[in-house]
């Protein structure tokens, strides 16, 4: 999975989205969801395949890093 953004209407839930652009669950970290960077602008972060990004191309930015958060420092 690769971290991309993409443009959409303002306001559209995950399914709203996939479906406007042509993505199955398959496609998508469902888990992830979709995250508005700027929802004013219909800018969306979204994790998907691969194989999703590429067939996305030009209506997408990234693929962005993506690295797991974790705590800083020892467990308390």
């Not at 999975?1 to 998508?28: K, N, Q, Y």
């Not at 972060?45 to 590429?54: G, P, T």
Request: proline share 9%; hydrophobic share 45%; glycine share 14%.
């Amino acid at each position: 999975m690769v971290l991309i953004t993409v443009r959409l209407p303002a306001g559209l839930s995950l399914p709203d989205g996939m479906r406007h652009l042509g993505l199955a669950d398959e496609d998508v970290d469902l888990a992830f969801g979709l995250i508005a960077v700027d929802s004013a602008k219909g800018l969306y972060a979204l994790r998907v395949s691969d194989e999703s990004a590429r067939r996305l191309g030009w209506g997408a930015g990234g693929p962005y890093a993506d690295p797991k958060i974790e705590p800083f420092g020892p467990p308390s």
